[in-house]
């Protein structure tokens, strides 16, 4: 039975009924004014309930009715270190620990202050003495854990989570730090269990609603991570951080105007956020308004002139624009913007200049990017060779025959061979960097070949006796990319069904040259346009590039969205449309001239307009072009 008042506050106060209790105490206080037990009770309840300068003075008055009680000091101690004034909290600790050595909490406390300091061997000292004291002290084996991790101890932070976790399961922040261990070190699937793990236990856990919102966005789940991001806003709706994933959610879902809103409320919380006003820019960018892109791209370059992401923005503005001198200028930024990008040249040379072109003898030119972008910028290769420059080309390795066809007398050689395979040459240059020398304005594309590489003839002349006679029209309609280019990807993919308004148009049959498994898709569109749709039999599209470009060969056109397809028809010159969904075009390089034709690829002509805002309507327009040139 309670039987004091004091009895009664201090059963609030351990029950949780924080505003009952502060009404008790304060009432003992009425009575009792210098009471050291009622000044630091309440004053504990009200500055750990938002109110640190009141329950400050309030413990100040308790440490001065009783200043040798070792947990009054430790307690405000901790407030002090909660409102930033860790040199006085450290005093406090010092004390408490002279009056009771074997106080744990003080012990604890010092370790938290040691580790927000950067000075992780003495937090992990400080907690395991508090833990060499009461081993069940949870939250002593969580700091230990973080401390661990952040000293480099990887396996002993593991342990001590899992040890805070054993004494008490249902701590939604230790087994959100586990999870966040388990990412790092690559699990996924343990991660994101842990991160719901910890949203069962508190679903407002704002720090596992983000990290569970970044790993799905990761794994290409964007509409789970889109709710994750709004639910740890509606947790913490003044967090700046929360809300700028939130709108890089909208970006990726294309709901721009939403997305710019979301970043103007960041820079109103934050001014000057730069990854913010760059995330605003790129908003703007996809939707289509480069003025107010190139505005906030160069505003991120003068805050922080050495954050890439704001030149190298700005460079894609400025290469759909046909600005090229200054938009390769910023292109050169790409190594630090993505980790697709990211790759570097595995021998120690002298890059490659234009003034060295002249009186270079060999050059190593090594590729960093995917296979769409080494067909593009090998397209310059042409501009070396007739400067009669000798070079040693990285290439994928499915189209090393093709490229040895086009380049007999130059060396071509496996990507990730080696840089053994660049002996003998005297500079190094990216692919990706040959546009800096050779098209840096509009005229310079004069200069792009018809034709980059060539089919087989014999394989040619094989998928041609395999088709027989018709109209052939290769078809392709999506791009299988992920990761970072994952949203990019599903923007300019149509579903399967959008390609049966070809089906005889203009008397056409079509080869289906789409790679990758979408068996499910393919078997539901057999379903219902029995026959309409021809695959070459056993032609890998994926793996036998060779047989790809001879099945283009084969064909009068490709028809396809823009993915690895429209580079292979475009590097052998066969006529293409390519399709774009409302003509917007999802890379610089697929900006069309007036007469919408590819400034890279002269066969390439582009589909798609503004009004063309749905895949059928753009279909429709190449289907229509079909019926017009109907034989």
Not at 184 to 206: C, F, N, Q, S, W
């Amino acid at each position: 039975m309670i039987g004091t008042p004091e009895d009664a506050a201090f059963a609030l106060f351990e029950s949780g009924r924080l505003a009952e209790a502060e009404d008790a105490w304060r009432e003992i206080l009425s009575r009792k004014p210098d009471d050291p037990d009622a000044l630091h009770i309440l004053g504990y309840i009200v500055a750990t309930t938002g109110r640190i300068g009141e329950g400050l003075k309030l413990l100040d008055r308790a440490v001065q009715r009783a200043p040798r009680v070792a947990g009054i000091r430790s307690n405000r101690a901790m407030i002090l270190s909660q409102a930033g004034r860790n040199d006085e909290a450290e005093r406090d600790i010092r004390r408490a620990l002279d009056l009771d050595p074997r106080l744990p909490a003080a012990l604890y406390l010092l370790g938290n202050i040691r580790s927000s300091q950067g000075r992780f061997d003495e937090a992990v000292t400080a907690y395991r003495r508090a833990l060499a004291i009461d081993p069940r002290m949870a939250p002593a084996h969580q700091g230990l854990g973080s401390a661990l991790l952040r000293g480099g101890d990887s396996e002993g932070a593991r342990s001590s989570f899992e040890a805070a976790l054993a004494i008490d399961p249902l701590d939604a922040e230790t087994v959100h730090r586990l999870a966040a261990w388990w990412q790092t070190h690559g699990d996924e699937v343990k991660a994101e269990a842990g991160y719901r793990r910890a949203l069962e236990i508190a679903p407002r856990h704002a720090a596992s609603l983000n990290e569970l919102g970044l790993l799905l966005r990761e794994a290409g789940r964007d509409a789970d991570s889109d709710a994750m991001f709004e639910r740890a806003v509606e947790a913490l709706p003044g967090d700046a951080d929360l809300l700028n994933n939130l709108g890089v959610a909208r970006v990726r879902a294309d709901r721009f105007e939403e997305a710019i809103a979301i970043f103007e409320r960041v820079l109103e919380l934050r001014p000057g956020l730069v990854p913010a006003i760059v995330n605003l820019a790129n908003a703007h960018q996809e939707r289509g308004d480069f003025e107010a892109a190139t505005a906030r791209y160069d505003e991120a370059s003068r805050l922080a002139p050495q954050y890439t992401a704001g030149p190298y923005g700005r460079s894609q503005v400025a290469l759909r624009a046909f600005d090229f001198a200054k938009g390769w200028e910023g292109y050169e930024l790409r190594a630090g913007i993505s980790s697709e990008y990211a790759k570097q040249c595995e021998a120690s040379l002298p890059r490659l200049t234009l003034e060295d072109l002249d009186g270079v003898e060999t050059v190593a030119i090594w590729t960093e990017q995917g296979i769409g972008d080494q067909l593009l910028y090998s397209t310059l290769l042409s501009d070396l060779e007739a400067r009669r420059v000798k070079f040693v080309v990285e290439v994928d390795s499915r189209l090393v025959p093709a490229y040895r066809r086009r380049f007999p007398e130059m060396t071509i050689v496996a990507a990730g061979a080696g840089a053994s395979l660049f002996d003998g040459c005297t500079r190094q240059l990216p692919l990706g960097s040959l546009p800096r020398l050779f098209r840096n304005d509009l005229g310079s594309f004069a200069r792009q070949p018809v034709a980059l590489l060539s089919a087989d003839p014999q394989r040619v002349e094989a998928a041609r006796q395999h088709l027989g006679e018709g109209r052939w029209i290769g078809v392709s309609w999506r791009s299988l990319q992920k990761g970072e280019r994952g949203v990019v990807a599903r923007r300019k993919s149509m579903p399967m069904e959008a390609v049966s308004a070809l089906i005889g148009a203009g008397g056409s049959r079509l080869l289906d040259l789409q790679y990758g498994d979408l068996e499910a898709e393919r078997a539901a569109f057999e379903a219902k346009h029995p026959g309409a749709m021809m695959r070459l039999e056993g032609l890998d599209t994926r793996d036998d590039l060779e047989g790809v470009l001879a099945a283009i060969a084969a064909c009068e056109r490709v028809i396809t969205t823009s993915n690895a397809l429209a580079h292979l028809a475009g590097a052998i010159g066969k006529p293409t449309w390519l399709l774009l969904l409302e003509g917007r075009p999802p890379f610089h390089y697929w900006v069309p001239r007036p007469d919408r034709r590819s400034l890279w690829y002269p066969s390439v002509e582009i589909l798609g307009a503004p009004e063309d805002n749905t895949w059928v309507k753009v279909v429709a327009k190449a289907a229509r072009r079909l019926e017009g040139e109907r034989p």
